[in-house]
């Protein structure tokens, strides 16, 4: 996972000016780059839980461990997926949100809403 981490987050705060547009850019990178971790943990949970349960259920089946265990390891299992399946519904709501607030914003800069342009660009005069 740190590999995906590395590349996801690489440069996101480095924004290559100081015009808030190129903020505003940086701003909706990061945005991004949560909803890309969010699709990567989904896929990392599936991943571990297509492994542990079956590893779990044939450690059970051979009496390698006992129900007792079983049931507090599948217990735990079931209560940390929920967990982690919770934050991915939150942070996925709240990067859809900043998303969204970003294009507010560029809406409000734009020289259609406003009649001036604050920004550098071929609109400037």
Not at 29 to 39: K, M, P, V
Not at 69 to 79: C, F, P
Not at 98 to 107: G, K, S, Y
């Amino acid at each position: 996972m740190t590999a995906f981490s590395v590349w996801n987050w690489r440069g996101l705060w480095q924004a290559p000016g100081h015009s808030v547009g190129e903020y505003a850019n940086v701003y909706q990178n990061r945005s991004r780059a949560i909803l890309r971790a969010i699709r990567f943990g989904y896929g990392f949970l599936a991943l571990q839980l297509s492994v542990t349960i079956p590893w779990l259920t044939v450690d059970y089946m051979r009496h390698e461990i006992p129900a007792s265990r079983y049931g507090a390891a599948m217990g735990l299992l079931a209560v940390l997926t929920i967990a982690f399946l919770l934050w991915f519904k939150w942070a996925s709501r709240r990067a859809w949100l900043e998303l969204q607030r970003v294009a507010e914003f560029r809406c409000a800069l734009s020289p259609e809403s406003s009649g001036e342009f604050s920004g550098a660009g071929p609109h400037q005069s």
